[in-house]
């Protein structure tokens, strides 16, 4: 350690009244008033606002200096678990197999191609040229045309989600002169390989309206397609299975509303399909006949059903059943092909993909035996085919590529993941434990810990939750958190209420006015693992991002003596005041998930109770480390920073308080498959810190 003290932000006083309740933010002069401009150039970032950014970075690296050798030792460990050159099993479509590989060294990926059958790789597009020289770089997508002579792809550069589209000639290798900025970097090629659709970013960083772009033409000609009204909704764009229909998708967090185009003609009017209801989701195939195969919740099916409709007719009021609704039994997506149906369900918390003959109506399941798993369907890209793909892997098992034929139930195993320093699987133990909530509900736990760990509570604990939006946290494999499992550490997966680990209820008793529930499973869960002497409380670090940041953030608040440490990763932990400012990227469409704050008293009153920003307290708080991305439009970087200077303001004690902003990055952290490692690296050094742990020696 140096001398250097941790930074003190000024404190500047702004006020403000909602409902009767004046609200006070010392520092909120860290929010740049120009910070449309920063997420796209962070060079015009203010002075004040950077110096400040800049000494709490050096502060966390002053902190942090005596672990610099085992942060090199955990980067080298994690590296040593990639296959560095590395590829994708080839997907077929038409004439050609498609494939990503990676070369020895590379952080991003090539884009390549061979003959169906074999032959020499042709390589589409090279990503880690593309990168070069670039502090950030993320490929937002690349989608060969129709008659794989194109290839559309996108790139952000610099962290901020807004992408640009270009478009590259497979003969040449050469990018067309047409150039599209501003969008979210997803595009759906019609039929003629000529033209397509795709999304554009407003300045507020909403997909608010599809455009069709057709090749050679200017953008400012681009035809306007469909504009969604909803400041609340986003759109997207994609295909049906098919390829006979492009999607158009408008939607917030717990509505829907789909429109199709014909393929062949883009320039025809969307036709709806059904007309949006408040809380009624859907998801739209077709099955290459005169039906169209959908996945909805409506009807009060919370674990959702799947329904048929004419083509011809495909309102609600010609919906019907074809898979029932079944409670316990989440479908979680749906996917057709000729003459069948495909579908990813979670039953008991465990996932399974089951096949439906379309004709017969007679359903087969792919499931494993383990106590916890991650199963996954990998796409497609063709329709008139009996094989689909898909992924299995569970904490202690790497991930596993299979091909399944539908037709005769059999399964090809086609890759299983090489870890090159090598893996011993039956040197870990996974366990799934089932936590009591405080109101008796039972909370998932997923344990991974070496076989050998003593379970008498003095081993170290890093706890993860989310707990947001519907989306469960899988048991699979991770290369990443094996370092700290052989450094004596248990790793635990709270699947706390707000995802939809134990089906859409699990999701609805964690939102908007249930959201306290998310924070005390996570607790109780802790609390469990401390009872049972997996751990002990003060050895707990917990850790969460974004959404599951501002869990971060409650839990210091609520149950601060529980833990041992805090890693907060862009945590979400303004939540009031950001759910109060409309002019912000994403405000109206968080409303559902959150409340509405600005028109419902009771959901101030409420988001007001827990927002973690609006309740640090005048007591001690465990370390906490929290990270952030200047140019992030999803949690903006000033949250944590404002968090982090009100706790060091107000707390009683002194444990350290750290603040790392990536001045070059997003919401995603550092891209690249390596420099990311170096981010996991600063998270689990500091837990290791904190826990005692640090020899650079595995034990």
Not at 14 to 37: E, I, K, M, P
Request: proline fraction near 6%; charge should be negative.
């Amino acid at each position: 350690m140096t001398d250097l003290q941790p930074p003190r932000a000024d404190k500047r006083p702004a006020t403000s009244s909602h409902h009767g309740v004046v609200l006070t933010d010392d520092y909120a002069w860290l929010r740049a008033d120009n910070w449309q401009d920063v997420i796209r150039d962070p060079a015009v970032l203010s002075d004040d606002i950077r110096a400040y950014l800049e000494a709490e970075n050096g502060w966390c690296d002053a902190y942090m200096a005596d672990t610099a050798a085992l942060q090199d030792q955990l980067v080298a460990e994690m590296r040593g678990r990639i296959l560095e050159d590395d590829s994708s099993v080839p997907l077929p479509d038409g004439p050609y197999a498609y494939a990503t590989r990676f070369l020895a060294g590379a952080q991003y990926p090539r884009i390549v191609r061979t003959l169906r059958d074999g032959g020499p790789e042709e390589v589409l597009l090279d990503a880690d040229d593309l990168a070069r020289d670039k502090a950030y770089f993320s490929l937002g997508g690349a989608v060969h045309s129709p008659d794989h002579k194109l290839l559309g792809w996108s790139v952000d550069d610099n962290g901020s989600e807004f992408h640009v589209i270009r478009v590259r000639d497979l003969d040449s290798g050469l990018d067309l002169p047409d150039e599209i900025p501003n969008t979210s970097g997803d595009i759906a090629w019609a039929a003629d390989s000529r033209s397509f659709l795709y999304t554009w970013i407003n300045d507020n960083h909403r997909t608010e309206k599809v455009f069709l772009h057709v090749l050679g033409t200017p953008v400012s000609d681009d035809r306007l397609i469909y504009q969604e009204p909803d400041p609340g909704f986003f759109c997207g764009v994609g295909k049906t299975q098919s390829g006979r229909f492009i999607v158009i998708d408008a939607h917030d967090h717990q509505t829907s509303e789909v429109r199709l185009i014909d393929a062949n003609d883009p320039t025809s009017a969307p036709r709806l399909v059904a007309a949006r209801q408040a809380e009624v989701e859907y998801s739209v195939e077709d099955d290459g006949g005169n039906q169209l195969i959908i996945l909805t919740n409506a009807d009060s099916a919370e674990d959702f059903k799947i329904v048929a409709a004419p083509l011809a007719l495909p309102g609600r009021e010609n919906w019907y059943d074809i898979v029932p609704h079944q409670a316990g039994r989440l479908i979680l997506s749906m996917s057709t092909f000729k003459g069948r149906m495909v579908r990813l369900e979670r039953v008991e918390g465990l996932p399974r993909i089951v096949i439906t003959d379309l004709g017969s109506g007679s359903e087969s399941a792919i499931s494993f035996p383990e106590e916890a798993y991650s199963l996954g369907l990998s796409g497609a890209y063709e329709f008139d085919t009996t094989i689909i793909r898909f992924s299995y892997s569970s904490p202690t098992t790497p991930s596993q590529v299979y091909d399944y034929d539908m037709a005769t139930g059999e399964r090809f195993l086609r890759k299983t993941q090489e870890i090159p320093s090598g893996h011993d699987a039956a040197a870990y133990v996974t366990r799934r434990l089932q936590a009591p909530a405080e109101d008796g509900e039972l909370v998932p736990v997923t344990l991974l810990y070496r076989a050998g760990t003593p379970l008498d509570g003095s081993a170290p604990c890093l706890l993860y939750g989310y707990g947001a939006y519907g989306i469960a946290i899988p048991a699979s494999f991770s290369t990443r958190v094996l370092s700290l499992v052989d450094r004596g550490f248990v790793y635990a997966i709270a699947h706390i209420r707000g995802g939809n680990d134990k089906g859409h209820r699990w999701y609805l008793s964690g939102k908007r006015e249930h959201k306290t529930n998310t924070f005390s499973d996570f607790i109780a869960a802790a609390r469990f693992l401390a009872a049972e002497k997996i751990t002990s409380a003060g050895r707990i670090v917990a850790h969460g991002g974004s959404a599951g940041g501002m869990l971060m953030g409650a839990v210091a608040n609520m149950a601060p003596d529980l833990w041992g440490g805090v890693v907060a990763a862009v945590p979400f932990v303004d939540v009031l005041n950001t759910m109060l400012d409309a002019s912000l990227p994403l405000t109206p469409p968080e409303w559902p998930e959150w409340g509405n704050p600005l028109e419902n008293t009771a959901d101030f009153d409420r988001i007001l109770s827990y927002s973690p920003y609006d309740n640090v307290g005048a007591h001690d708080y465990p370390p906490i480390l929290a990270l952030a991305g200047l140019t992030d439009p999803r949690v903006t970087y000033w949250e944590p920073a404002k968090w982090v200077a009100r706790l060091r303001a107000r707390r009683t004690g002194d444990a350290p308080l750290l603040l790392h902003v990536n001045m070059d990055a997003g919401h995603a952290g550092a891209s690249g498959r390596f420099d990311g490692l170096k981010e996991t690296a600063l998270e689990y050094a500091f837990a290791l810190k904190i826990m005692g742990r640090m020899s650079t020696v595995t034990e």
